[in-house]
C-alpha cells in the first residue's frame, strides 16, 4: 500500500443568498495522531447544510483502511444517512465478462479473428463494404525460404451474399453493426486504461438534517512513522539540559494547515484486511437429474515565548547573549508538546496548532528539560577492549516517556559525540556512550579452577557428587587524567554462572552485571568479579570398582562407615563374579563331555563282531558310563552355585537399596 492520505473534495451546494465559504462542503484536515508502527488518525471538520453529500476521494490503496476505520458523525443534531462507494471487481474479472481479449497484442487482425460472426462496415479503398466476419487468414511471404512479410486476409460474407477476402493493411475503418458490441470494446478499452492510472474511488457520505451543521469525518490510513531526535548539552555543575524534536512528514496531496498534531509513542495492533474488493466463493454444480515547506508552526517563532509583553521582556533580556551558556539559551525555547500516559502508550500533544506543506517534513520541539545526569565511563569488553566508553548516565525526570532516538551531546560549546536509546520511561535510567575515552585504559585477565565437592547424594543404587567451575576475571584499570572518575564495568551475564561473594552489582540487565568503580586522578585499581558454575556427576553403585572407592577417599566424597559399605558392595560383586566363572567353567566341562560322548558313538556304530572289536566296544561303553557320572555332578554343582548366585545377587540388591546419604563432605 502506498503511503497517502484521503484526497476529499466538497460537494458544492448552490443556494441562493450564502456566502461562498457557506456554499461548499469543505472537510479540510484539522486533526492528525501519527503512531510508531506505520499508520495515521486522520479528522476532517467541515459544515454543510441541508441534506447534502460530501465526497470522499480515495486511493485504492487506502480503500481497505477506509472501510476499516472510517468514523462518520453530524454535530449539529442531523445524522449520516448513509455511506456509499465505487465497489471493485479484478482488472481480470471485468475483463472476464467478455467473448473477447484486447489485451491480445495482435492489432487489428488479432481483435477482429475474435468476433466471428459480427457485423462490420468496412472502409477499403474509398468504398463502403456490409456484411459479416467469417475469418482472419495469416499469409506469410518468403524470400529464400524466409518469412520477411506477414499479411492478413479478412474474409467478409457481404451483403450481397459474396464471400470476399481484403488486406487488413487495405481497410481504413471498422464500424461494428451490434450497439451492445460497440459499447462493449469501449468498456473494456475503459478497463484497461484504468490499469495504468493512479486509481481512486469515491466515498460518498449522505447527510440529512436541517440548517447548517458540522461533520466530521475520522479515518485510519497507512502513514510515515514520526521520529525522535535529541541534544544532550553538559554544562558543569548544573544538570544538563535535553532538547527533543519530532520529525513529522507530511507525504499527502495536500497542505497540513493549523491542525491539532499529536504523536503516540507505542505501537498499538494494526492490520490490513481486504474487504473493499468482493468476494467470490464457489458453489457446487448440480446436474439436474434426468509544494514548498512551511516554517511556521501556529505563528511566528517570536510568538511562542507568551503574551506579547512578556516576548518584549524576553527579546530585551536576549539582546546581552554574551552573558548566558548556550544550556541557558535553549532552555528558553518553549517545547511545544504536552505529554500524557495513554495505557502502553504515551501520546505528545502539540500545544500549537501545526502547519506542513503537502510533500514536506518539520521539526517540532516535544522535550526542553534538564535532567538527572552524571558523566562516567563505561567498560564493555565486547565494545572495546582497550578503552571505556565517556558516557552520560541520565535519568528521565522530564516526566515524559523519550521516544526512541539518536543524541548529539554537546559539552558547553563543543560537539562531544553521539549515541542512541530506546525508549525511555518517565524516572528510567539509561547510558549514553557518546564517545572514547582515551584516558582510560582497561585490561583483562582471566583464571578457572574446580572446586571441590560440596554435597554428596546416595539413593536408589546412585551416588551423585555436586561441586562447582570457579572462575574469575580481574579488570584492570589506569586513569590517565587529572581528574577523577567513575567508570562502570558491563560484565556479561551468561546462563547458570552466578556471582560467588564479592561487591554487589549496582544495576542488573538481562545482559549484564553493572559494577561501579571509583577511580582518583593519575591512579589505577584492580576489580575481580568471582563467579561459581554448579555442576554434578553421577556414578552407578551397582558397577562400582576398589579404584573409585580409592578415589572417593581422596577427594573426601565418602567417610568410613561409607567406605566399609562400598567395600561390602565390592566384595559381594567379587563373589558373585566368582560363581559365575564357575558356572561357565562347568558348562564348558559339560559340553567337552557331550562333544565327546558323540564321537564315542559314532566309533561303536563303525565297529565289527571280530573279539577285537568287541573288547574296545567294551572299553567305550565304560568311558561313556563314567562320563555320564561326570555330568550327574556338574548338574549337581551347577544346580548348588546357582543357587548360591541368586542368593549373592539379592544381597546385593539390599546393601545398594540400604545405602542411603546425603551430606557435605
Same mark, same amino acid.
Given at each position: 500500500m502506498k503511503c497517502s492520505v484521503i484526497m476529499l473534495t466538497a460537494l458544492i451546494v448552490a443556494v441562493a443568498g450564502l456566502s461562498a465559504a457557506e456554499e461548499a462542503a469543505q472537510l479540510p484536515v484539522t486533526k492528525v495522531i501519527l503512531y510508531k508502527h506505520g499508520v495515521g488518525y486522520f479528522e476532517r471538520r467541515g459544515f454543510v447544510l441541508g441534506s447534502r453529500e460530501v465526497a470522499l476521494s480515495v486511493k485504492i490503496d487506502d480503500m481497505n483502511d477506509v472501510l476499516k476505520s472510517l468514523m462518520a458523525l453530524d454535530l449539529g443534531g442531523g445524522s449520516v444517512a448513509s455511506i456509499s462507494y465505487g465497489s471493485s471487481k479484478t482488472i481480470e474479472r471485468l475483463l472476464s465478462e467478455y467473448s473477447f481479449d484486447l489485451r491480445k497484442d495482435a492489432g487489428m487482425p488479432g481483435?477482429?479473428?475474435?468476433?466471428?460472426?459480427?457485423?462490420?462496415e468496412l472502409k477499403v479503398g474509398g468504398k463502403t463494404i456490409r456484411?459479416?466476419?467469417?475469418?482472419?487468414?495469416?499469409?506469410?511471404?518468403?524470400?529464400?525460404?524466409e518469412i520477411v512479410r506477414q499479411r492478413f486476409k479478412l474474409a467478409v460474407f457481404t451483403d450481397d451474399d459474396e464471400l470476399r477476402s481484403f488486406d487488413t493493411s487495405e481497410i481504413t475503418s471498422v464500424?461494428?453493426?451490434?450497439?451492445k458490441l460497440?459499447?462493449?470494446?469501449?468498456?473494456?478499452?475503459?478497463?484497461?486504461?484504468?490499469?495504468?492510472m493512479r486509481d481512486t474511488r469515491t466515498v460518498t457520505i449522505q447527510t440529512a438534517g436541517e440548517g447548517r451543521r458540522e461533520l466530521l469525518v475520522g479515518y485510519v490510513v497507512e502513514a510515515p512513522v514520526w521520529?525522535?531526535?535529541?541534544?544532550?548539552?553538559?554544562?558543569?555543575?548544573?544538570?544538563?539540559?535535553?532538547?527533543?524534536?519530532?520529525?513529522?512528514?507530511?507525504?499527502?496531496?495536500?497542505?497540513?494547515?493549523?491542525?491539532d498534531l499529536s504523536l503516540v509513542s507505542g505501537m498499538p495492533v494494526s492490520f490490513i484486511m481486504n474487504i473493499y474488493d468482493p468476494r467470490f466463493k464457489e458453489r457446487p454444480f448440480i446436474d439436474i437429474d434426468g509544494g514548498e515547506m512551511r516554517t511556521d508552526v501556529g505563528g511566528d517563532w517570536e510568538d511562542w515565548g507568551g503574551e506579547e509583553e512578556e516576548g518584549k521582556a524576553e527579546a530585551e533580556e536576549a539582546l546581552d547573549v554574551k552573558k548566558l551558556r548556550r544550556?541557558?539559551?535553549?532552555?528558553?525555547?518553549?517545547?511545544?508538546?504536552?505529554?500524557?500516559?495513554?495505557?502502553?502508550?504515551?501520546?505528545?500533544?502539540?500545544?500549537?496548532?501545526?502547519?506542513?506543506?503537502?510533500?514536506?517534513?518539520?521539526?517540532?520541539?516535544?522535550?526542553?528539560?534538564?535532567?538527572?545526569?552524571?558523566?562516567?565511563?563505561?567498560?564493555?569488553?565486547?565494545?572495546?577492549?582497550?578503552?571505556?566508553?565517556?558516557?552520560?548516565?541520565?535519568?528521565?525526570?522530564?516526566?515524559?516517556?523519550?521516544?526512541?532516538?539518536?543524541?548529539?551531546?554537546?559539552?558547553?560549546?563543543?560537539?562531544?559525540?553521539?549515541?542512541?536509546?530506546?525508549?525511555?520511561? =518517565?524516572?528510567? %535510567?539509561?547510558? $549514553?556512550?557518546?564517545? /572514547? +575515552?582515551?584516558?582510560?585504559?582497561?585490561?583483562?585477565?582471566?583464571?578457572?579452577?574446580?572446586?571441590?565437592?560440596?554435597?554428596?547424594?546416595i539413593r536408589r543404587g546412585t551416588m551423585i557428587t555436586h561441586y562447582k567451575l570457579a572462575r574469575t576475571k580481574t579488570y584492570t584499570?589506569?586513569?590517565?587524567?587529572?581528574?577523577?572518575?567513575?567508570?562502570?564495568?558491563?560484565?556479561?551475564?551468561?546462563?547458570?554462572w552466578k556471582l560467588a561473594?564479592?561487591?554487589?552489582?549496582?544495576?542488573?540487565?538481562?545482559?549484564?552485571?553493572?559494577?561501579?568503580?571509583?577511580?582518583?586522578?593519575?591512579?589505577?585499581?584492580?576489580?575481580?568479579?568471582?563467579?561459581?558454575?554448579?555442576?554434578?556427576?553421577?556414578?552407578?553403585?551397582?558397577?562400582?570398582?576398589?579404584?573409585?572407592?580409592?578415589?572417593?577417599?581422596?577427594?573426601?566424597?565418602?567417610? =568410613?562407615?561409607? %567406605?566399609?559399605? $562400598?567395600?561390602?558392595? /565390592? +566384595?559381594?560383586?567379587?563373589?558373585?563374579?566368582?560363581?559365575?566363572?564357575?558356572?561357565?567353567?562347568?558348562?564348558?566341562?559339560?559340553?567337552?563331555?557331550?562333544?565327546d560322548q558323540e564321537r564315542l558313538r559314532a566309533n561303536i556304530r563303525a565297529l565289527g563282531a571280530t573279539a577285537e572289536e568287541n573288547e574296545l566296544r567294551s572299553r567305550y561303553v565304560e568311558k561313556m558310563n563314567a562320563q555320564e557320572d561326570a555330568l550327574k555332578r556338574i548338574d549337581t554343582s551347577v544346580k548348588d552355585i546357582t543357587d548360591n548366585l541368586a542368593e549373592a545377587r539379592r544381597a546385593l540388591d539390599a546393601a545398594i537399596e540400604a545405602l542411603s546419604a546425603d551430606y557435605e563432605p
Open positions: 481483435m477482429l479473428a475474435q468476433l466471428q460472426g459480427a457485423g462490420v456484411g459479416k466476419i467469417v475469418s482472419v487468414e495469416t499469409r506469410n511471404e518468403t524470400r529464400d525460404k464500424e461494428f453493426a451490434d450497439d460497440r459499447s462493449d470494446i469501449a468498456r473494456a478499452l475503459e478497463i484497461l486504461f484504468s490499469a495504468h521520529k525522535a531526535t535529541y541534544r544532550l548539552v553538559l554544562s558543569g555543575e548544573d544538570d544538563p539540559l535535553l532538547q527533543g524534536w519530532a520529525i513529522v512528514d507530511n507525504t499527502t496531496d495536500e497542505d497540513w494547515t493549523d491542525i544550556d541557558e539559551l535553549l532552555e528558553r525555547q518553549q517545547a511545544l508538546a504536552g505529554g500524557r500516559e495513554l495505557g502502553q502508550l504515551f501520546e505528545y500533544s502539540i500545544d500549537r496548532p501545526v502547519s506542513i506543506d503537502r510533500n514536506n517534513s518539520a521539526l517540532i520541539p516535544i522535550v526542553n528539560a534538564r535532567v538527572e545526569a552524571e558523566r562516567v565511563s563505561l567498560y564493555n569488553e565486547g565494545l572495546r577492549y582497550d578503552n571505556p566508553m565517556s558516557a552520560i548516565r541520565m535519568k528521565n525526570t522530564t516526566g515524559l516517556t523519550l521516544e526512541g532516538g539518536a543524541v548529539t551531546v554537546y559539552d558547553g560549546d563543543t560537539y562531544a559525540g553521539e549515541s542512541l536509546f530506546d525508549t525511555v520511561k =518517565k524516572d528510567d %535510567q539509561r547510558y $549514553l556512550a557518546y564517545a /572514547v +575515552d582515551l584516558g582510560t585504559t582497561v585490561s583483562t585477565k582471566f583464571g578457572s579452577s574446580k572446586q571441590a565437592a560440596y554435597r554428596v547424594q584499570l589506569k586513569n590517565l587524567d587529572d581528574r577523577e572518575k567513575i567508570v562502570i564495568i558491563e560484565h556479561p551475564v551468561e546462563p547458570e561473594g564479592g561487591a554487589e552489582p549496582i544495576e542488573t540487565t538481562d545482559d549484564h552485571y553493572r559494577f561501579e568503580v571509583e577511580l582518583r586522578a593519575r591512579d589505577g585499581a584492580e576489580w575481580t568479579v568471582k563467579e561459581e558454575l554448579p555442576r554434578s556427576t553421577s556414578y552407578s553403585i551397582a558397577n562400582v570398582t576398589p579404584e573409585q572407592i580409592e578415589f572417593f577417599v581422596r577427594q573426601k566424597y565418602i567417610d =568410613k562407615e561409607l %567406605q566399609q559399605a $562400598l567395600g561390602r558392595i /565390592v +566384595d559381594i560383586k567379587n563373589e558373585i563374579a566368582g560363581l559365575e566363572r564357575k558356572l561357565k567353567e562347568l558348562e564348558r566341562d559339560r559340553r567337552r563331555i557331550f562333544q
